[in-house]
């Protein structure tokens, strides 16, 4: 343990499945909700996501998604002016007007999300009632729901979890002619998901679905028919929500890596009976396949520490693939949030005695890398070049959330995105050297 772990709470010191659980507040240096826009947009091209924000949210949502110059963009901001902030415009008003604009012009959406932001917290816009008078109002041309991506509450992964849990309550409940079904819950790239469809109808699970839908109006049904396998380890509410209408939760660890993709397929094949050799047959010769072409880059990883610091929620799986399937050395684990009924499959996996840190005081977490001195820094955008400058390498968190990284096909496609900094880095210092 680091000298300057005394920072941290140590009333809040947990040990669980032999790892070393910390709390951590102060400072954060995270995105905020609203960036999960950027990939539910086009994973449902029949929804719009209105933020109800500020010229700074604005500019943060268009430069994370890139200004579409030749399609309609499916995301837009209906800008509080100093005005509405002041209280001296009725924003309820406004925001009607807008909201009537963008459906006039766009037949095409469907569903329509209000996204809140902290200036619409921060004046107590209510889009809640918002969104269930104008869902009255355009009955049956238009769903409006609404969900926080407020930065004042989350980081940017929970944005998905607040869209997903608004979508629970328009599900259809099962009803007798159901069958069987599994529902895998997160956002995936649309390819790695038809692959991991593929490999389920071979075991003989054909009745898959996926929440969120392609299509936000063709939403899966659920019930006690339904089990749920998580593919993204942000969605507490989500799997809360589904769990209270009936579903089953199927514990496993998340689809990262070889491993981590097969014990969470096999998790599915246990609920629902399937022959341990038929998951053989069907699995085997992909984790072969894996295995070798990881090996390459488990030989640049092998050895080196690591240290990531909390922003997506995937840090415990990425940590257990990292040390587990490519050796590297974990220093520190932070977590946004951590929930430790959805962490506890992942948690066991990781080594004895793993500084599992929750929350942040970004200051203090910078002076334990700084003091650990690690080959390599997973965190937000903000803080890698000050970390770059100071020659440790860096890979940014939100480029996981970004690429097709589940599955035992892209385990080697996962392990590169941690291996491509070492590498340059490494580059850089022989060419510098060979100046010198
Ligand atoms: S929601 Fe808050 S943190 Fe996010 S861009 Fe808007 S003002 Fe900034």
Not at 5 to 30: A, C, F, H, W, Y
Not at 207 to 231: F, H, M, Q
Request: aromatic residues 6%; hydrophobic residues 40%.
């Amino acid at each position: 343990m680091s000298p300057n772990v005394t920072n941290l709470n140590k009333d809040q010191k947990i040990n669980m499945s032999g790892t070393t659980l910390l709390k951590e507040s102060g400072p954060r240096e995270v995105f905020c909700g609203l960036t999960s826009i950027v990939w539910l947009h086009r994973r449902m091209p029949d929804a719009f996501f209105l933020v109800v924000g500020s010229r700074t949210c604005a500019h943060l949502i268009q430069s994370a998604a890139g200004v579409m110059i030749f399609a309609e963009p499916r995301f837009g901001t209906a800008i509080l002016e100093e005005k509405d902030l002041a209280g001296l415009a009725d924003a309820h008003e406004e925001l009607n007007r807008v909201v009537k604009d963008l459906l006039n012009r766009r037949p095409e959406i469907r569903t329509l999300f209000l996204v809140g932001s902290c200036p619409s917290e921060v004046i107590k816009l209510d889009l809640s009632r918002v969104a269930q008078q104008l869902t009255h109002a355009y009955k049956g041309r238009v769903q409006v729901l609404n969900y926080s991506g407020s930065g004042i509450e989350t980081t940017f992964t929970q944005g998905e979890d607040g869209a997903l849990s608004a979508l629970v309550p328009l599900m259809p409940e099962e009803n007798s002619n159901n069958q069987e079904q599994l529902l895998i819950v997160g956002t995936l790239a649309n390819a790695v998901e038809d692959r991991l469809k593929t490999l389920f109808q071979r075991l003989g699970i054909s009745n898959v679905a996926s929440l969120p839908p392609r299509k936000s109006s063709e939403l899966p049904s659920i019930g006690p028919k339904t089990k749920v396998l998580l593919a993204q380890p942000y969605l507490s509410n989500t799997a809360r929500l589904l769990k209270d209408k009936g579903a089953e939760i199927v514990e496993a660890p998340f689809p990262l890596g070889v491993e981590g993709s097969e014990l969470w397929m096999r998790a599915a094949g246990k609920a629902f009976n399937i022959n341990e050799s038929l998951l053989n047959k069907v699995l085997d010769p992909l984790i072969a396949r894996g295995v070798k072409a990881l090996e390459p880059y488990k030989e640049k990883l092998s050895g080196k520490k690591v240290f990531l610091l909390p922003e997506s929620q995937l840090e415990i799986p990425l940590a257990r693939f990292l040390h587990r399937e490519c050796g590297m050395q974990l220093i520190e684990v932070g977590t946004p949030y951590l929930n430790r009924e959805m962490m506890e499959c992942e948690l066991k996996l990781l080594p004895e005695n793993t500084r599992v840190v929750e929350g942040q005081h970004v200051e203090k977490q910078l002076d334990r890398v700084k003091e650990e001195n690690p080959d390599l820094v997973v965190c937000g955008m903000g803080l890698a070049n000050p970390l770059e400058a100071e020659n440790i390498s860096t890979k940014w968190s939100i480029e996981l959330v970004f690429s097709p990284i589940h599955g035992i096909d892209q385990a080697s496609d996962l392990a590169e995105l941690f291996a491509r900094p070492l590498q340059r880095n490494e580059l850089l210092d022989n060419k510098i050297s060979s100046i010198n």
